[in-house]
């Protein structure tokens, strides 16, 4: 789809519901947002700022099944078949991102910055930062925790709040750990300062085969709020970014090294170092936002845009997912563009809000316990 302008071909189609969306930011859950509005078949553009939206190691629960729900391929037809358990952020996002570049219906630009959002009665546009207007029917967000197309939705309420801890994240590959016992399961460690959540991963290439695994760890730590305010990664209560490899302190990763030789043991001990060791962490601090609306006219919010929960809650990514399936099955059942977007609010608030408030009483005892 071209600025302002529509596409010429397209499936049977409800006149009176929306042909064409867009949609800021192509993580996650904007990449399966276009995947299910594409099978209503509404023509979808995403709008990303980054060309490299790489979250270094988070890890997600995949369904059974995944690709084929969201695409309604058969499995010999999904470009990209993805394993069901826990995989790595990098193996879903590669996934759906070769489902997109399949689907002749949804085009993706990157490099590009969504600054605003506006509306009136006949469509709904964005303004990109080079000063372009991007026009379509729907504008949905999925731009996620410091969403812009929110302020949009929640004037009133735009911005996540910082829950008042950091989780540092690595990945070791099996070489780099000597261990007998290769663990099986998620391993939540720590003491009352410290959690940790530990999980065997798949190799790159997606084997379970010995000798080519990897562990991935994530360390909840709230005694580290001086070095977010000062490196500027939170700012009143308001996050403004990861802290990335290079912006870590020397300091900060010779202290993470000593106390992980001192709380955790085998073989998440030795991961951990390993990514200290090769300056492969990132500190990312945790916000939550729970919503009070969706929804604005022509203007939706799915994914992390919608509602922020605590990464402990390990639903972010299924909630996301359960966003972009109800989008498109408002705008399969409804009438109106309006209504579609009020019915996707209808269907997904409830469960939205009990996702991050079930989280908040983890966030609140373990932000206390080190203030
Ligand atoms: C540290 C961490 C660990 C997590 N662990 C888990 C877990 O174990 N289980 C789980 O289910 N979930 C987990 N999550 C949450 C999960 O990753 C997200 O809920 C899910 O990936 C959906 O994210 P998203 O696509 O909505 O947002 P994001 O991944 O934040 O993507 C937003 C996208 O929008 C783009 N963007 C932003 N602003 C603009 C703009 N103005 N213009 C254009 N593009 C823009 C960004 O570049 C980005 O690509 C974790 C999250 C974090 C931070």
Redesign the pocket.
């Known amino acids: 789809m071209r600025a302002d302008s529509r596409p010429t071909t397209r499936p049977a189609h409800n006149p009176s519901s929306p042909a064409t969306a867009l949609i800021?930011?192509?993580?996650?859950?904007?990449?399966m947002t276009a995947l299910t509005l594409s099978r209503t078949g509404v023509h979808v553009t995403l709008?990303?700022?980054?060309d490299e939206?790489g979250?270094t190691?988070?890890?997600?629960?995949v369904q059974d099944g995944l690709l084929e729900r969201i695409t309604g391929l058969p499995t010999s037809q999904v470009p990209q078949p993805l394993a069901p358990g826990i995989q790595t952020?990098f193996a879903v996002h590669g996934a759906l991102r070769a489902a997109i570049e399949a689907n002749p219906i949804i085009e993706l630009r990157q490099n590009?910055?969504?600054?605003k959002v506006g509306q009136d009665a006949h469509s709904a546009w964005a303004l990109t930062s080079e000063r372009q207007r991007i026009t379509a029917d729907i504008v949905i967000g999925?731009?996620?925790?410091?969403?812009?197309v929110r302020r949009h939705i929640a004037p009133e309420h735009p911005d996540a709040t910082f829950a008042g801890y950091v989780?540092w994240?690595g990945i070791a590959d099996e070489s780099a750990i000597r261990t007998r016992r290769w663990p099986q399961d998620v391993a939540f460690l720590g003491d009352n300062d410290n959690t940790l959540?530990g999980y065997p991963l798949p190799g790159a290439n997606g084997s379970h085969a010995p000798g080519s695994r990897r562990l991935g760890w994530?360390w909840y730590d709230s005694s580290r709020n001086g070095l977010l305010r000062s490196t500027g990664s939170v700012n009143g209560s308001v996050v403004r970014h990861s802290l990335m490899p290079a912006g870590i302190p020397n300091a900060t990763y010779r202290e993470l090294a000593a106390q992980a030789r001192e709380l955790f043991p085998s073989p998440w001990k030795e991961a951990i170092l390993d990514s200290i060791e090769r300056r492969a962490v990132i500190g990312?601090p945790?916000a939550e936002y729970v919503p009070a609306r969706l929804a604005n006219g022509r203007v939706a919010i799915?994914?992390?845009?919608a509602h922020v929960?605590t990464?402990m809650?390990?639903?972010?990514?299924?909630?996301?997912l359960y966003d972009a399936e109800a989008i498109a099955n408002a705008i399969s059942d409804s009438g109106t563009t309006t209504n579609a977007l009020l019915n996707y609010e209808s269907a997904r608030i409830r469960s939205a809000r009990n996702l991050v408030q079930s989280g908040q009483g983890f966030s609140r005892s373990f932000a206390r316990r080190a203030a």
Not at 57 to 61: K, N, S, V, Y
Request: cysteine-free; charged content about 15%.
């Open positions: 800021v930011g192509a993580s996650l859950a904007g990449l709008l990303e700022r980054s939206t979250r190691g988070a890890a997600l629960h952020w590009t910055t969504v600054r999925a731009d996620g925790h410091r969403s812009t989780i994240i959540l994530a990312t945790i799915v994914g992390d845009a929960p990464p809650t390990g639903s972010g990514f299924a909630e996301s």
